[in-house]
């Protein structure tokens, strides 16, 4: 494990924990090393490698865009297990270079270790709750390792999968499933026979292990259906419009079942999903044109308009939120602009964000612990739990900002007949559960 990969495994862990607050892995792989070709989904560009490294047990090495291994960078990426993959349109060289790369990974291979393939090869700029068609490279480089070392040592393969209620929201939910592995020793007579017919078997096989360990919508045009669904139903991997007394494991669950039950019954040609779904749309776009969103609304409604427990968190998160407010404020204000003026592609902003926060923070706030030593208590122990406490204090002032939005928005819900909202919301939960049965 090289210096920068290890202390990124330990430190990532408080940050993502901060970020992503409810985590679940399914069925996850205990050993350092396996010898494991890992292939993912890639929802959410950088994040993606950030929580399947960080968050798992298995040492991994990373196939990533050649582009970004510009020579200020290499030092970089090279002590954070990252390797360059080439497309054809980085060069007429292409092969040959990944030629050079698969050799590296089978190096890698050879001594236990593990590699994280992201089998779709590129990110949807708008989150959308599907898998793209999987590239063969990872079969491919499986078996041209077993080829470099005669077949010696045993390869497996691993479909893991990538699940964010939203990767672009702080406080949203993660949950990440893994396979069980394949051992591609396996198929070495086909192989030898027909190499060929077994990548593309064995890459179909992979895909659809890949499907199954996410929320996968085969028609991107009813992602949208599917999302409003589980807006109005709370039961889904919907960030905001979640029932709290349900898992993260049965919110997975609900939204996989759903989109099953899309994949086999919702087309174009059923009138009455589609007036559903058309219905589902304009009703949001109503809360819209109101300023208003299905989460406040549903809070409001339970609550009775009640707005005493954001009293309650404004007060009691005020003394921790100033020292956030302190400590981080300036800079999380700095890096943010920053962040969205420099990455047109939104797809970018939360992991960029994410990473130049904890290192920015976490660098410029050192002298904390001596400032500790010198005006509160003389300890340096004492300073440097304050200090690791920072990312508490910058977590408290995002949640006082946000529960005074709250406060705000429900003060001026008051001022709005609600009730013909709450009796369409109603009307169409009712045409859900008796149009969708899994619903």
């Known amino acids: 494990m090289r210096f920068l990969y290890a202390i990124l495994y330990v430190t990532l862990k408080y940050s993502l924990r901060i970020y992503y607050p409810r985590q679940k892995l399914i069925n996850t792989h205990n050993k350092f090393f396996g010898r494991t070709i890992y292939v993912t989904n890639h929802a959410s560009s950088f994040m993606d490698p950030l929580v399947v490294a960080s968050l798992q047990k298995p040492i991994v090495f990373f196939m990533t865009r050649s582009d970004i291994f510009v020579p200020v960078m290499k030092p970089?990426?090279?002590?954070?297990?990252?390797?360059?993959?080439?497309?054809?349109?980085?060069?007429?060289?292409?092969?040959?270079?990944?030629?050079?790369?698969?050799?590296k990974c089978t190096r890698v291979l050879k001594y236990g270790r593990n590699l994280l393939v992201f089998g779709e090869g590129f990110t949807d700029d708008v989150f959308i709750r599907r898998l793209k068609p999987v590239k063969k490279g990872a079969v491919r480089i499986g078996f041209t390792s077993?080829?470099?070392?005669?077949?010696?040592?045993?390869?497996?393969?691993?479909?893991?999968?990538?699940?964010?209620?939203?990767?672009?929201?702080?406080?949203?939910?993660?949950?990440?499933?893994?396979?069980?592995?394949?051992?591609?020793?396996?198929?070495?007579?086909?192989?030898?026979?027909?190499?060929?017919?077994?990548?593309?078997?064995?890459?179909?096989?992979?895909?659809?292990?890949?499907?199954?360990?996410?929320?996968?919508?085969?028609?991107?045009?009813?992602a949208p259906f599917h999302e409003n669904v589980m807006k109005l139903t709370r039961k889904g991997m919907n960030a905001e419009c979640r029932d709290k007394k349900l898992s993260l494991k049965e919110r997975w669950n609900y939204s996989r079942n759903l989109a099953n039950w899309f994949n086999q019954h919702v087309s174009e040609s059923d009138e009455s999903l589609m007036k559903l779904k058309n219905d589902l749309q304009d009703y949001f776009k109503l809360l819209k044109k109101f300023k208003l969103e299905e989460h406040h609304l549903y809070d409001f409604m339970q609550t009775k308009g009640s707005r005493a427990k954001e009293f309650a968190f404004l007060v009691l998160l005020f003394p921790l939120a100033l020292l956030g407010f302190i400590h981080c404020g300036l800079f999380y204000?700095?890096?943010?602009?920053?962040?969205?003026?420099?990455?047109?592609?939104?797809?970018?902003?939360?992991?960029?964000?994410?990473l130049l926060?904890?290192?920015?923070?976490?660098?410029?706030?050192?002298?904390?612990?001596?400032?500790?030593?010198?005006?509160?208590?003389?300890?340096?122990?004492?300073?440097?739990?304050?200090?690791?406490?920072?990312?508490?204090?910058?977590?408290?002032?995002?949640?006082?900002?946000?529960?005074?939005?709250?406060?705000?928005?429900?003060?001026?819900?008051?001022?709005?007949?609600?009730?013909?909202?709450?009796?369409?919301?109603?009307?169409?939960?009712?045409?859900?559960?008796?149009?969708?049965?899994?619903?």
């Open 333 to 354: 204000w700095i890096i943010k602009r920053f962040v969205e003026k420099s990455f047109k592609r939104r797809v970018f902003w939360s992991s960029v964000k994410m």
């Open 146 to 222: 077993l080829e470099e070392l005669n077949w010696k040592k045993k390869i497996y393969i691993s479909a893991a999968g990538c699940n964010y209620s939203d990767p672009n929201k702080m406080r949203s939910d993660l949950l990440i499933s893994n396979s069980d592995k394949i051992c591609l020793n396996d198929f070495k007579e086909q192989y030898l026979e027909n190499p060929n017919k077994v990548i593309n078997e064995l890459t179909k096989r992979i895909e659809k292990l890949m499907q199954e360990q996410i929320t996968h919508v085969a028609d991107k045009n009813m």
């Open 357 to 439: 926060a904890m290192i920015v923070m976490g660098l410029v706030n050192i002298p904390v612990i001596f400032l500790f030593y010198k005006f509160v208590y003389p300890s340096y122990w004492l300073g440097f739990a304050y200090y690791v406490g920072i990312g508490i204090y910058g977590l408290a002032a995002y949640m006082w900002v946000y529960h005074l939005k709250v406060f705000k928005i429900k003060g001026a819900m008051k001022k709005i007949s609600l009730d013909k909202f709450w009796k369409k919301r109603n009307e169409l939960l009712e045409r859900i559960k008796e149009l969708i049965p899994v619903a």
């Open 76 to 103: 970089i990426l090279w002590a954070s297990h990252m390797f360059p993959i080439y497309r054809q349109q980085d060069g007429e060289d292409t092969k040959a270079k990944n030629e050079e790369v698969f050799k």
